[in-house]
């Protein structure tokens, strides 16, 4: 018996592949909403029309689409907001910082260099009036006399 070489067309409704390009390819491997929306538009679009999808399945697809949109708009929101934090925070570190100058203070001094770099004397905590303040791109620093800490290396401050 001759084995027919010929290939026959994929059933009606069926679902076809998607040509390359049509999608936009995500480097992740996970689909964006658009892309999930594509998806779901070209699958109605292809349906049988005397068998369609069933319309539980189509409510559950819809729920996720939900589901996945709200979720990318809360994480929009949340990374906003982290910003906004971050920003207060860095406001108030900045606002305390001001407020330790002419203050006296100890200082842990592990935490605590002189102008060139170099740890102050390890033993009982640095003493001192807070008398300046450097703006760094890792923070604010207090100097005490000739040594310099930050804000988070006071261990008390005193009026």
Known sequence: MPVNSTTSAPPLG????????????NPKGALGKD??????????????????????????????FSSVEQLVTLNETMSAQAGAQAALLESLGGSMTLGAIGKSVEVDPSRAVDANGDPAPEGAPLKGTVDGVRFTTEGPMLTIGQYEFPFGAILSIKH
């Open 14 to 25: 069926a679902v076809q592949p998607t040509p390359a390009g049509a999608i936009p390819n």
């Open 35 to 64: 892309q999930f929306l594509q998806m779901l538009v070209a699958q109605m679009k292809n349906q049988d029309p005397l068998s369609p999808m069933d319309g539980q399945q189509m409510a559950a697809q819809l729920a996720q």
